[in-house]
């Protein structure tokens, strides 16, 4: 009987072991953040009600599709993620998944999440979700050591989630589904020099070329993180123009964005890590409160 126990709690804590690595080969914390902005962009669209099993489906159909293509992701850069310290402790590069695995994995969960769109809502939201993978995982991951240009080529498929929601509701592409893209698109600028200065030694270990023309953490990029974030001041406006929210949300937007800015321009006064990481926190401040206003403002007038 002890014995029996004994192999039972060795299985069960193989299994455990195996979806952590799993979890984290999908990136399951940074999936789910994808998933909720296209829950956001479905719900939206004109028209759209609340019903807990779409929700599901867009759940279900967007992690996996996003954890496929953060799966892929790692099996390119799996040499590259054993130099850095950040990276070395993930499933690849310890060694406790193996290669032919994390495909199989890879594979099955793509194939089963655009399948998954297709089915509950329509194969021009399971179309953008795979274009989004393969931009992502064959265009973005491997030209990161090419040049910096990767964060604007990263940031097609990293605005894409709120725009998969609206298809996946409107099952078309219109000014209100492109106006709440283009926030997240010119959004992801700042955002991601933030955090390309805070690792900056580390992917320069790697070879990843992440900031503008490959330098070094310096007040130019700070500028350009300043000018971006400016930019999100009138087209924060668009969705309230093109009928996506109302003019509370507009306003609660504007105010979001003003903190935003200041947090940029505190890079520029500062230049330090310190600094960048409040702007990387203030990104994320952002993009919840805006997506949430934008939502709310719908909801209540409804």
Not at 170 to 184: E, F, I, N, P, R
Not at 254 to 277: G, I, Q, W
Request: hydrophobic share 55%; net charge positive.
């Amino acid at each position: 009987m002890i014995r029996e126990n004994s192999i039972k709690l060795s299985l069960s804590y193989a299994v455990a072991s195996k979806v952590k690595d799993y979890s984290q080969l999908m990136k399951f914390n940074l999936t789910f953040m994808v998933v909720f902005s296209s829950v956001v962009g479905y719900l939206l669209v004109p028209g759209v009600e609340f019903s807990l099993i779409k929700i599901v489906e867009l759940f279900a159909g967007g992690l996996l599709v996003s954890g496929s293509a953060n799966t892929i992701n790692q099996l390119i850069e799996v040499e590259t993620d054993k130099l850095m310290k950040r990276t070395a402790v993930r499933p690849l590069p310890s060694g406790r998944v193996s290669e032919t695995e994390a495909r199989v994995l890879a594979f099955m969960t793509a194939i089963s999440g655009v399948l998954i769109m297709a089915w509950a809502f329509n194969w021009l939201s399971a179309g953008l979700s795979l274009l989004s993978l393969v931009v992502y995982a064959f265009i973005y991951t491997p030209w990161k050591k090419w040049n910096s240009l990767a964060v604007l080529v990263g940031a097609v498929p990293g605005a894409m989630p709120l725009l998969i929601g609206w298809a996946a509701g409107a099952d078309k592409l219109d000014a209100g589904g492109w106006s709440l893209y283009a926030l997240q698109f010119v959004w992801q600028f700042p955002h991601f020099w933030a955090i390309a200065w805070i690792g900056h030694n580390d992917y320069k270990t790697a070879g990843f070329k992440l900031l503008p023309n490959g330098s070094e953490p310096n007040r130019m990029i700070a500028i350009q993180a300043v000018m971006y974030t400016f930019l999100l001041i009138p087209l924060g406006f668009l969705p309230y123009l093109f009928g996506v929210s109302g003019g509370i949300s507009a306003i609660i937007v504007l105010l979001a964005t003003f903190f935003f800015l200041y947090r940029a321009v505190n890079l520029y006064r500062k230049c330090d890590a310190p600094a960048a990481r409040k702007l990387m926190f203030g990104s994320y401040i952002y993009l919840t409160i805006m997506q949430l206003a934008l939502l709310a403002d719908k909801v209540h007038n409804i």
